[in-house]
């Protein structure tokens, strides 16, 4: 019925997740509160390793997008999971080593790594690290021969896909800040680069061609983009590759009329599609890795909220006040994402209030959805924004100096505390 199996509504007719009651959990844990069903998280990291081992002859690597959510809590449970990670800063890096994440499951991404983040990648051992630029790959190789090692990388490639999704989130582009582009002739180009730097071993390519993704074909055209270039690298310089990652953005359901591709029919398609283009090409079979973040944690995850003021503008519309808003979700101001909202200690009532769903921060555009139905409500009431589990927590700010939720963890109708919410003295913190 709703966005995700582990929401439901229970007797007292509240809305509950992973057997959790949500009414209950405002209560203990105080609002705005994030809160994550582990099982939910757990169910889709093993679809995702599951689906190289049934496809792929377990040939490949499954890797979370920590970008999605980072904190130690989803390290170790996507470690405990034996998926990889995919990190894009030294402070993800260090949230991941600081649970013993195995670093040689690590692949370290970014457009612009810093010198002190490629220092920290060198010296932690990280699997790879993915090259965007001909600055980084020198840099890199600097730093590798200064410290008399060879480090293995991907390159960043542009395979030049419109993959249908909303413009900010498109990657894959030529127009991209993100990689070499093939038509260009830089993809080349750095490929040479990386080979005749000693103390760099190029392993392969990533591509990542977008986020929020329904459809399949545009990951099939990515792979097969792909194995062509991973062709012209062996014409043309004699080396084969041998492994190939493919990126993330595997589409989730944020309302209950989306309908995203069930996460094992991709890795079946893509599969088949790699092996059969492989041979027909006369490459061997790279290993894969896949890069989901948002499949894993985006609809296992909610927000909960207490409804404050409810003010009609008589002939315009009713705003509904919440005590959070863009500071823990930035998603609708950013991108106008859509949203499923329900009144969680009503939730077996009929959602027949059409209501903008109001942030507390001064600006205007703070709003999580507008003209949207749900429960008639009054101030008090909680509300639960769904499927808030990716890109909410990890996009968080402290504008108006509001802190940060916490993050719970529930399974099996227990709740933990996974991070703890801001203090206000953790906004002074830094503050001299
Ligand atoms: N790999 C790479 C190289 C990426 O850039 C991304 C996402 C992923 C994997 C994971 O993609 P996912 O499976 O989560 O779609 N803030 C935006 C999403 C930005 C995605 C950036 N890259 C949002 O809230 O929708």
Sequence with gaps: MYVSDCIDINAKGHLTIGGADTVELAEKFGTPAYVLDEDEIRKNCRAFVKSIDDNYNGNGLALYASKALCCKEMCRIV??????????????????????????????????????????????????????????????????????????????????????????????????????????????????????????????????????????????????????????????????LSELNLGGGFGIKYLSSDSPRPFTEYMERVSKVVKAYAGELG?????????????????????????????????????VSIDGGMGDNPRYILYQADYEIVCANKANRERDFVATVAGKCC????????NTKIQRVQPCDILAVLSTGAYNYSMASNYNRIPRPPIVMVQNGKARLAVKGETYEDIVRNDI
Excluded: W
């Design 283 to 319: 490459l061997k079979v790279p290993f894969i890795y896949i890069e989901p973040g948002r499949s894993i944690v985006g609809a296992a995850g909610i927000t909960l909220y207490t409804v404050g003021a409810v003010k009609t503008i008589p002939n315009v519309r009713t705003y």
């Design 363 to 370: 600006e205007s555009g703070d709003l999580i959805q507008e």
């Design 79 to 240: 470690k405990d999971e034996g998926m990889g990670l995919d990190v894009v800063s030294g402070g993800e890096l260090f949230t991941a080593l600081s649970v013993d994440f195995p670093a040689e499951k690590i692949c370290f991404h970014g457009n612009n790594k810093t010198y002190s983040e490629l220092v920290y990648a060198v010296d932690s051992g990280v699997g790879r690290v993915i090259v965007d630029n001909i600055t980084e790959l020198e840099t890199l190789n600097k730093i590798a021969a200064e410290k008399n090692k060879k480090v293995r990388i991907l390159l960043r490639i542009k395979p030049g896909i419109d993959a249908h999704t909303h413009d900010f989130i498109k990657t894959g582009q030529i127009d991209s800040k993100f990689g070499f582009a093939i038509e260009t002739g830089e993809a080349i180009e750095a490929v040479r680069l990386a080979l005749a730097s000693s103390n760099i071993d190029l392993s392969g390519l990533h591509c990542h061609i977008g986020s929020q993704i329904f459809e399949l074909d545009p990951f099939e055209l990515a792979a097969k983009v792909m194995l062509d270039f991973m062709l012209l690298v062996k014409n043309k310089t004699g080396a084969e």
